[in-house]
């Protein structure tokens, strides 16, 4: 029996996984951006009932929230994107694992690390 026909069936059944940690991990950093734009109305809450509390109110949280919003959205559709490249490059034979995709996908996720933590001092 040739196993060459479930080596397919493999390969496209592991994209298929894939694509779903993609859906998890966008709908991760969705809710990530919900909670902290949630935050944010609550320190502007704050800052109107206890106005001593000035420097606790920081305005530029409700920007990073809808940023992880956005890299959400843009992960699920990368993902999408990339899911259905590689499904047609496994049937023409011929994948080639994507440098760019990956770079750019970790260098959202740093930048956006980045501004966390700018956020927090």
């Known amino acids: 029996m040739d196993s060459s026909p479930d080596h397919h069936v493999l390969n496209h059944l592991s994209n298929e996984r894939t694509l779903l940690a993609w859906i998890r991990t966008s709908?991760?950093?969705i809710a990530l951006g919900i909670a902290i734009n949630r935050v944010s109305l609550f320190l502007m809450e704050i800052h109107q009932l206890v106005p001593e509390l000035r420097a606790v109110a920081?305005?530029?949280?409700?920007?990073?929230?809808?940023?992880?919003i956005v890299l959400g959205i843009v992960i699920l559709?990368?993902?999408?994107?990339?899911?259905v490249h590689v499904s047609r490059a496994i049937d023409a034979e011929n994948y080639r694992p994507s440098i760019l995709a990956m770079g750019l996908t970790s260098g959202a996720i740093i930048v956006m690390?980045?501004?966390a933590l700018v956020w927090l001092f």
């Not at 920081?58 to 992880?68: A, F, P």
């Not at 559709?77 to 899911?83: R, S």
């Open 27 to 29: 709908i991760a950093v």
């Open 58 to 68: 920081n305005r530029h949280i409700k920007g990073l929230g809808v940023g992880l």
């Open 77 to 83: 559709v990368g993902a999408f994107w990339h899911y």
């Open 113 to 115: 690390g980045l501004v």
